[in-house]
């Protein structure tokens, strides 16, 4: 484990025997069993968490639970496992879902792990579908951020991480959009049939909140590169989700998980104003600054601990 208090951040989950739901993805065996290596004493609940942060009083081994993006699993999966051990989480949700918008980088983690035999196989459509040439592989930002990932996310591969690369640097949404597009007709999908597939539902996300988890924000439509954004931009994001997530839960939200750990000083001041208490990255490796910028580890790596 971490010489120092984290979170321990899950995204998708699959259940025993089934093909894993995207990378990085956690079987509930393995789930449950890095929860034990953890130490289920060393897990806090949300608002044991909070009080030891304000007081200073975390230890090294101090951790709690939390899960980004609203997905299914978390409900089907991750809560009666969480039950059995009487233990609450962090449950940070993007919202355009609960507008019937879905999230096309979801849609194809299910594709991925429904159509193809293997990531590479459908790496080998991304990469010929715009038409990329082997050279980029030679870009010095990507090999920057495949130095990074390689640290924070060892369950990736090259091909994983040049994915993220060129879809997060160098794709529009509507040129990534065409590409998901073409492969719900190659493998005549359709979008609305797995909707409830692949999200949490509203009735399923009052649930969570009513059994005394708490359920944060993870901005309206869940950007690559919030921190890129102006602040007209991340205001708005951060006002809707909370609003939304207000509504839904009957209680107002006071934490954040930075969507895919980006953010900048405008975030912070936004959350500040809206007054946001929490906040968490999706690393590791920096000092920490503030109490909106908490760090947390992948639960994927420490699979190898409890293999």
Request: proline letters at 4%; hydrophobic letters at 35%.
């Amino acid at each position: 484990m971490e010489s120092r208090p984290v979170g321990i951040m899950f995204h998708r989950l699959h259940k025993r025997g089934e093909k894993p739901s995207g990378q990085g993805s956690i079987d509930e065996d393995m789930f449950e069993q890095i929860l034990l290596k953890i130490g289920i004493r060393n897990i806090l609940q949300p608002d044991e968490w909070r009080l030891k942060l304000e007081a200073g009083h975390l230890k090294n081994s101090d951790v709690c639970l939390t899960f980004d993006d609203g997905l299914e699993t978390h409900f089907s999966i991750a809560s009666p496992i969480l039950k059995k051990y009487s233990l609450k989480a962090f449950f940070f949700i993007y919202t355009k879902i609960f507008e019937n918008q879905s999230d096309t980088n979801e849609v194809a983690s299910y594709l991925l792990a429904k159509k193809f035999s293997s990531f590479k196989d459908y790496f080998f459509q991304f990469k010929n579908f715009f038409n990329i040439s082997k050279s980029e592989y030679l870009n010095p930002n990507f090999l920057s951020m495949k130095e990074d990932y390689e640290i924070r996310f060892p369950f990736y591969s090259f091909e994983d991480i040049f994915y993220r690369f060129w879809r997060n640097n160098h794709l529009r949404d509507s040129d990534f959009d065409s590409f998901i597009s073409y492969l719900l007709d190659l493998f005549k999908v359709e979008p609305n049939k797995i909707f409830s597939e692949i999200w949490i539902s509203e009735g399923q996300l009052k649930k969570l909140s009513n059994e005394g988890h708490t359920i944060g924000l993870h901005s309206h439509t869940h950007p690559y590169s919030m921190g890129k954004m102006n602040r007209e931009f991340q205001n708005f994001e951060y006002s809707k989700n909370l609003n939304l997530i207000s509504k839904l839960i009957g209680k107002k939200p006071d934490t954040v998980a930075h969507p895919l750990g980006s953010y900048n000083h405008e975030t912070l001041d936004i959350l500040k104003k809206m007054e946001i208490k929490l906040g968490f990255r999706s690393d590791n490796t920096m000092p920490v600054s503030s109490t909106l910028e908490l760090p947390r580890i992948d639960g994927a790596v420490l699979l190898k601990e409890v293999k």
